[in-house]
């Protein structure tokens, strides 16, 4: 018997090499971001091709936004303060402080755009979370000073609440750097600014109000978050800087569709051109 067919010799050694394995090529890129346009087409094929009303939507995302107020307040007693939109934003406000509220929180929504048309999805949410008693009054009213930095008070929890939770549900992807935050925006975030600096913690719904959803670019009174609760994936202006600087902790809940639902959707992520360019020879040294 030879020495390589011992049991005892090195299967893998200079006088043994292994056999050359054969190229793995993948079988796709998979998405890791969402673009804004990439976001609509999904919520439109969503609705339309795969039946999924925008309703049923609103209402797991309002839930996984619940979930991520109670892991951040932490007691029963901390006060929860969402800052409503007019678009998808403001509909997953009002189902997340409807279902708070059943909860037994203390929860208030602030609208940002008093008497302006919102869509039926969104008006039917706003209309339930007033039926359950969820207090709802202009934005321009809120005052972050009478919450003083500190602890709330506990009643049977293990761990100490804050002093509140402000949720950003003001914009989200829709929000384009070309187009500055007006003024009647900025008054708000600036309101849930002080608030953070008193010891409040924010939450930001899909992506920080003032934050480009594309480029990462932020808006001088864009809004800092704590914890950022994006939907089917991140959206890319989180992930890259300075919009990175303003998500915080960033969760990616499920909101009933599939996990690979963008790819379904949108198909395999287009690969990257590779540079072809040929090298320049490399100069010969003079004699």
Same mark, same amino acid.
């Given at each position: ?98 279902? /708070?509220?059943?909860? +037994?929180? *203390? ?7 008093? @008497?302006?048309?919102?869509? !039926? $999805? ?110 089917? /994936?991140?959206?890319? +202006?989180? *992930? ?7 998500? @915080?902790?960033?969760?990616? !809940? $499920? ?33």
């Amino acid at each position: 018997m030879r020495k390589n067919e011992s049991p005892f010799w090195p299967q893998k050694s200079i006088l043994n090499p292994p056999l050359p394995k054969e190229p793995v090529e993948p079988v796709r890129r998979v998405r890791m971001t969402l673009t804004r346009e990439e976001q609509r087409a999904i919520d439109k094929a969503a609705s339309s091709d795969y039946q999924v009303p925008v309703s049923i939507l609103m209402e797991h995302a309002g839930l996984a936004v619940a979930n991520a107020c109670t892991v951040v307040a932490k007691a029963l007693t901390t006060p929860i303060h969402f800052f409503a939109g007019k678009g998808m934003n403001g509909g997953d406000s009002y189902v997340a402080a409807r279902i /708070l509220k059943a909860w +037994g929180y *203390t929860v208030t929504i602030w609208d940002c755009f008093p @008497g302006e048309t919102q869509s !039926p $999805t969104v008006k039917n949410n706003r209309a339930a979370a007033e039926k359950f008693g969820v207090p709802i009054k202009p934005a321009s009213e809120f005052d972050p000073a009478i919450w003083q930095a500190g602890i709330s008070r506990m009643i049977y929890e293990k761990e100490p609440g804050m002093p509140c939770v402000l949720v950003d549900g003001i914009i989200g992807t829709g929000y384009e750097f070309a187009r500055p935050l007006p003024p009647t925006l900025t008054a708000i975030t600036a309101k849930i600014e002080e608030g953070h600096s008193r010891g409040a913690r924010v939450i930001a719904i899909d992506i920080p109000t003032g934050v480009d959803c594309n480029t990462g670019e932020v808006d001088p009174g864009a809004i800092t978050a704590d914890m950022t609760v994006s939907f089917v /994936l991140p959206k890319k +202006g989180i *992930t890259i800087l300075p919009g990175k600087s303003k998500a @915080g902790l960033v969760r990616v !809940p $499920t909101i009933g569709l599939p996990i690979n639902f963008a790819d379904i959707v949108l198909g395999p992520v287009p690969e990257e051109p590779k540079d072809e360019t040929p090298e320049a020879p490399a100069e010969k040294g003079k004699s």
